[in-house]
């Protein structure tokens, strides 16, 4: 059953993931990302990891997807009601993709990389929760203090100014 | 004109006309986008029913983190809209997509603090969990409005006394927070300038017609449903009854049991959708930079102020 459903969401991960680079309307390519990331999110959760998936779906497909997809609205369009791109850059694009297919292709074949036994789902978010106030303190708490520089940079750079 | 007893049928009839009718496809809508986006609405919101319980034998997917997974699969409505908005290409449509955008993202922050504070108080976010700790079945002892030092244990005395609300009381401003915040998250009035009829024709859904549309609608409702059996469930003892033992009177006991828990899950929930029917058509409708105003620098403030508080209330009394 696992194997199947891999199968399926692996494919519908490819399938919408090639539409999204290949289509011209930007508005779509937007939103096959989502569908593709909401597919992520299903690989996790046939994998038992909940809380990622979760963390998936909130953080990617309901927070950077809609401010994404927000700021294509606010664009403007072309005279048959679309926003169209094409492809630029396609050396450095190349290059970008061969460096993470042979990143990924080192990391599957690094035998000290692998699959840890699965923590349960009622024990997932304790563990992550000690371990984040534990272990990774100092990496979560750099990691809240650069949200909040940003947050504060984002309003004071949306501030009207009025000495200009 | 009404159907049925006091209009009861009214809705189903109302069903039944829209689905008879056209479904309607503007020639210049862009039409993939403009077929899906109720869709994703109506799955959205639906498929956040999937982790409630209803009785204490009764519950949804069993998720270690049900509230989480909630608010997170909820929040993809927005999506729909968005699709709903875009695809429609209306300037009605966009404008109330691009509104409704605003207000759900900007109002989704206290709702999301108000509901950590109760976590935070019950040390789960499995949504059974949360309702057991509330009432006659709790493992843990539960003492008059949670002040430990007072002695006054109402474990057994169930019932009201050990509802979320009365155990930390401070919890009362975070029901409003959340209840405010559940408001605007369903585009109810007085937060519903995304379709607000007299500047912006329908809103978003300005050019559905037909099964379509009857999906927006009722996606409100069920979303209205949605946060109502939350709230109830966080803060107003989920399935719990409210009644209180007294002495040889076993109340709360006898009204406990499976239909009895359905029920008063139900008539709570129902009475909070009977408020939220009750201010749509009792205040008027927020200006928009009200809208912001209120949800950045009063509610937003509030909400951390409470979970800051929620935190010490744990340390000290629990």
């Known amino acids: 059953m696992i194997e199947l459903l891999t199968y399926v969401f692996g494919a519908l991960i490819v399938v919408s993931g090639l539409a999204l680079v290949f289509t011209n309307n930007l508005i779509h390519a937007a939103f096959l990302l989502a569908f593709c990331l909401l597919n992520v999110a299903g690989f996790y959760v046939i994998h038992h990891a909940n809380f990622l998936a979760i963390v998936q779906i909130l953080i990617y497909a309901g927070g950077i997807l809609i401010l994404l997809a927000f700021g294509i609205m606010l664009t403007n369009r072309s005279e048959n009601g679309k926003v169209l791109t094409k492809n630029h850059l396609l050396f450095f694009g190349l290059l970008c993709a061969v460096g993470m297919a042979m990143m990924l292709y080192a990391l599957i074949t690094n035998p000290k990389t692998g699959t840890i036994e699965a923590i349960q789902s009622v024990e997932q978010v304790t563990q992550i929760g000690m371990r984040l106030l534990t272990q990774y303190i100092l990496a979560f708490e750099l990691i809240a203090f650069l949200l909040l520089v940003v947050l504060v940079g984002a309003a004071f750079t949306g501030k009207k100014s009025y000495d200009a | ?318």
């Open chain 2, 1 to 318: 004109m009404e159907v049925g007893p006091m209009g009861i049928f009214q809705t189903v009839a109302d069903l039944l006309k829209m689905l008879q009718k056209e479904d309607l496809i503007p020639k210049a809508a862009d039409r993939p986008i403009f077929l899906i986006g109720p869709i994703l609405v109506f799955v959205a919101i639906f498929a956040g029913f999937s982790v409630l319980p209803l009785t204490s034998e009764t519950a949804g997917a069993a998720v270690g983190s049900g509230v989480f997974l909630l608010l997170a699969i909820v929040s993809l409505d927005v999506l729909g809209i968005l699709m709903a908005g875009w695809g429609s290409n209306n300037k009605f449509s966009l404008f109330g997509a691009i509104r409704s955008i605003a207000q759900i993202i900007s109002f989704e922050i206290p709702l999301g603090l108000s509901v950590l504070c109760v976590v935070i108080l019950s040390q789960s976010m499995d949504l059974q969990e949360i309702s057991r700790q509330q009432g006659v079945y709790s493992e843990t002892p539960i003492y008059l409005f949670g002040i430990r030092s007072s002695g006054v244990s109402v474990t057994d005395l169930g019932g009201i006394l050990s509802w979320n609300v009365v155990r930390s009381p401070f919890l009362i401003v975070g029901f409003l927070i959340f209840f405010i915040s559940g408001l605007a998250e369903s585009n109810r009035a007085p937060f519903d300038l995304p379709e607000s009829e007299s500047e912006l024709v329908g809103g978003y859904h300005t050019e559905y017609s037909g099964f379509r549309w009857g999906i927006f609608m009722l996606a409100e409702y069920g979303m209205m449903l949605l946060m109502s059996i939350l709230g109830v469930i966080l803060f107003f003892g989920g399935w719990n009854t409210p009644l209180i033992n007294v002495g040889t009177l076993r109340f709360a006991d006898w009204t406990m049991g499976v239909y009895w828990e359905g029920f008063w899950l139900m008539a709570k929930a129902l009475m909070l959708v009977f408020i939220q029917i009750w201010i749509r058509w009792t205040y008027p409708r927020l200006r928009v930079d009200q809208l912001m105003s209120l949800s950045w620098k009063y509610l937003t403030p509030f909400a951390l102020l409470l979970v800051f508080l929620s935190a010490i209330w744990r340390l000290l009394m629990f």
